[in-house]
């Protein structure tokens, strides 16, 4: 179904974190835009579509009055609003947020850190964008906090901090299915496994807490109102949104699972785990039961590869691409 396309080669090796790739389409330039964390630095590449032409830029973790910033970043992740795209990098010291090219930082948010030493770390994971205009960060704390982006320009307030998690989130996702019928249209995830369900507006709403099992859920997404969640124990739930029900469970991998993404337009679901699988799924509506159907479609073995990171390059699944811990590059696959 899938067959390996030439890899593109990165400035560093990937870092062991959950969802650690990023993929930008820029349709207008027939250009895509990959990045992948490397302890303190963003190893960014513009790969054009014909395979001719690869640019590269690194971006390092910043942090106010120094210099060279060795704050350890965690998660580098593209977020598209209607009006503008913008690249935003977490990090132990705060939230930077870049235009799409990475050519320019238009905001800067500082996490609070204690005065005095603890045992809790403090850093800044989870991204999305929602809505017309947010996008929303979550932090050690199990906080989520919502910036309000304007169309352009650098003025971007913090607008709201959301109280749902009581563990560190891990990952964050919008309805991206395009649907104006969802009645939540985002989704947050904790170390502890537990699933928060919001609505977005000018006050967000909590609509549904779905427990968690105390194993991690280390990726999660929303298609259709149903909540697709990867866990520590390599299984993948699927949960209709709203009401908690769980409409199947899936062995899907025989270690942790690092990384999630669904292709919107065709239903289709990639997994990525540290058992070196990547695995490609098909989820499907039923309308008669509105129950959620899962079929597995194909395989792909990066062999002796811890995998930490893998997205859909286009919205119908016609490619994919891959990272893995200490790799040098990213590797591609296309649709035979």
Same mark, same amino acid.
């Not at 690194?58 to 503008?84: D, G, H, W, Y």
């Not at 990547?278 to 959620?292: A, D, F, G, M, N």
């Not at 699944?317 to 891959?322: D, E, K, L, N, S």
């Given at each position: 179904?899938?067959?390996?396309?030439?890899?593109?080669?990165?400035?560093?090796?990937?870092?062991?974190?959950?969802?650690?790739?990023?993929?930008?389409?820029?349709?207008?330039?027939?250009?895509?835009?990959?990045?992948?964390?490397?302890?303190?630095?963003?190893?960014?590449?513009?790969?054009?579509?014909?395979?001719?032409?690869?640019?590269?830029?690194?971006?390092?973790?910043?942090?106010?009055?120094?210099?060279?910033?060795?704050?350890?970043?965690? $998660?580098?992740?593209?977020?598209?609003?209607?009006?503008?795209?913008?690249?935003?990098?977490?990090?132990?010291?705060?939230?930077?947020?870049?235009?799409?090219?990475?050519?320019?930082?238009?905001?800067?948010?500082?996490?609070?850190?204690? @005065?005095?030493?603890?045992? $809790?770390?403090?850093?800044?994971? =989870?991204?999305?964008?929602?809505?017309?205009?947010?996008?929303?960060?979550?932090?050690?704390?199990?906080?989520?906090?919502?910036?309000?982006?304007?169309?352009?320009?650098?003025?971007?307030?913090?607008?709201?901090?959301?109280?749902? *998690?009581?563990?560190?989130?891990?990952?964050?996702?919008?309805?991206?299915?395009?649907? $104006?019928?969802?009645?939540?249209?985002?989704?947050?995830?904790?170390?502890?496994?537990?699933?928060?369900?919001?609505?977005?507006?000018?006050?967000?709403? /909590?609509?549904?807490?779905?427990?968690?099992? @105390?194993?991690?859920?280390?990726?999660?997404?929303?298609?259709?109102?149903?909540?697709?969640?990867? +866990?520590?124990?390599?299984?993948?739930?699927? +949960?209709?949104?709203?009401? =908690?029900?769980?409409?199947?469970?899936?062995?899907?991998?025989?270690?942790?699972?690092?990384?999630?993404?669904?292709?919107?337009?065709?239903?289709?679901?990639?997994?990525?785990?540290?058992?070196?699988?990547? /695995?490609?799924?098909?989820?499907?509506?039923?309308?008669?039961?509105?129950?959620?159907?899962?079929? *597995?479609? *194909?395989?792909?073995?990066?062999?002796?590869?811890?995998?930490?990171?893998?997205?859909?390059?286009?919205?119908?699944?016609?490619?994919?691409?891959?990272?893995?811990?200490?790799?040098?590059?990213?590797?591609?696959?296309?649709?035979?």
């Amino acid at each position: 179904m899938y067959h390996k396309e030439k890899s593109i080669q990165i400035k560093n090796s990937a870092s062991a974190l959950y969802n650690n790739l990023g993929v930008l389409r820029i349709a207008p330039r027939s250009l895509t835009y990959f990045t992948v964390v490397h302890a303190n630095v963003v190893n960014m590449v513009s790969a054009s579509w014909d395979g001719l032409n690869y640019s590269h830029r690194q971006l390092q973790s910043k942090e106010p009055n120094v210099a060279t910033s060795t704050s350890l970043i965690m $998660q580098a992740a593209f977020c598209a609003l209607p009006s503008r795209d913008l690249l935003v990098v977490t990090s132990q010291k705060g939230i930077q947020m870049y235009e799409s090219d990475g050519s320019t930082m238009v905001y800067w948010h500082a996490l609070d850190t204690p @005065d005095t030493p603890t045992d $809790q770390a403090v850093f800044a994971r =989870g991204i999305s964008a929602v809505g017309k205009s947010y996008i929303c960060v979550g932090d050690s704390s199990g906080s989520i906090l919502v910036f309000d982006v304007p169309s352009k320009g650098s003025n971007i307030t913090l607008s709201d901090v959301l109280k749902g *998690h009581k563990k560190s989130i891990t990952d964050i996702a919008s309805e991206c299915s395009g649907s $104006q019928d969802c009645i939540a249209d985002l989704i947050s995830a904790d170390d502890g496994g537990n699933l928060c369900v919001w609505k977005s507006g000018e006050e967000f709403q /909590r609509f549904n807490n779905i427990p968690g099992f @105390d194993i991690s859920c280390t990726s999660v997404k929303l298609w259709k109102g149903t909540a697709v969640a990867g +866990y520590g124990t390599g299984q993948i739930r699927l +949960y209709e949104a709203v009401t =908690g029900i769980l409409h199947a469970e899936v062995n899907a991998h025989a270690r942790w699972i690092y990384s999630l993404d669904i292709a919107p337009f065709s239903g289709l679901l990639l997994s990525a785990a540290e058992d070196s699988l990547v /695995r490609v799924w098909h989820l499907s509506i039923k309308p008669e039961s509105l129950s959620v159907e899962v079929a *597995h479609l *194909h395989n792909e073995c990066v062999t002796d590869t811890q995998i930490c990171g893998a997205k859909f390059c286009d919205g119908d699944g016609h490619a994919f691409a891959v990272t893995g811990y200490d790799l040098s590059e990213i590797i591609r696959y296309t649709q035979s």
